[in-house]
T-cell receptor, first 116, second 112 residues
Framework: GENVEQHPSTLSVQEGDSAVIKCTYS??????FPWYKQELGKRPQLIID?????GEKKDQRIAVTLNKTAKHFSLHITETQPEDSAVYFC???????????????FGQGTILTVHP | EAQVTQNPRYLITVTGKKLTVTCSQN?????MSWYRQDPGLGLRQIYY???????DKGDVPEGYKVSRKEKRNFPLILESPSPNQTSLYFC???????????FGNGTRLTVT
């Protein structure tokens, strides 16, 4: 089945620094790549996503880049703030073999801590 | 308010005692799914449903059952819970497969 590897597992930065989280995937047919943020004790919430026909997408301080050739995509957070501290999950969407149904496969998560 | 509602939020039970975690969405979404979250393992899919009466196994279906008799509801059933099912469970839904997922608030289950 599909495999998504996420690195690093923990990331500690100073307020104002940038943070980068990278994910690699195995299925070249994957075509949708969302990122979710999960604050402590809360549910995962979508923060940004990208489709395979686009190389980069930005939304204020966050951006996602996709390299289809290398099969990896990354989340970039600039000017980090303490409220960015959370667990971040990447995911990719693939069509299940032999069906027309797709599924999201999640990475293992990255615990981001932003120190004031 | 558009939302996915799970109940209960917390549940402590004993091995072998059947339980059901309910999930309901009010967004008329076709796709619904259950995930379990364990430290270091991310979110792993248990079961999913493409539409009413259409369900299929995810990556970790053993020990779980689901049903989708109505579009809005997708309960998760543990017929005989075991301690290795102690986890944080999330229900999620989306308009259709491949669109952004909306998660419920989670159910923390402890099986002793």
């Amino acid at each position: 089945g599909e495999n998504v590897e996420q690195h690093p597992s923990t990331l500690s930065v100073q307020e104002g620094d940038s943070a980068v989280i990278k994910c690699t995937y195995s299925d070249s047919a994957s075509n949708y790549f969302p990122w979710y943020k999960q604050e402590l004790g809360k549910r995962p919430q979508l923060i940004i996503d990208i489709r395979s026909n686009v190389g980069e997408k930005k939304d204020q301080r966050i951006a996602v880049t996709l390299n289809k050739t290398a099969k990896h995509f990354s989340l970039h957070i600039t000017e980090t703030q303490p409220e960015d501290s959370a667990v971040y999950f990447c995911a990719d969407y693939t069509i299940a073999g032999g069906t027309s149904y797709g599924k999201l496969t999640f990475g293992q998560g990255t615990i981001l801590t932003v120190h004031p | 308010e558009a939302q996915v509602t799970q109940n209960p939020r917390y549940l402590i039970t004993v091995t072998g005692k059947k339980l059901t975690v309910t999930c309901s969405q009010n967004m008329n979404h076709e796709y619904m799914s259950w995930y379990r979250q364990d430290p270091g393992l991310g979110l792993r899919q248990i079961y999913y449903s493409m539409n009413v009466e259409v369900t299929d196994k995810g990556d970790v279906p053993e020990g779980y059952k689901v049903s989708r008799k109505e579009k809005r509801n997708f309960p998760l059933i543990l017929e005989s819970p075991s301690p290795n099912q102690t986890s944080l469970y999330f229900c999620a839904s989306c308009r259709q497969s491949g669109s952004p997922l909306h998660f419920g608030n989670g159910t923390r289950l402890t099986v002793t």
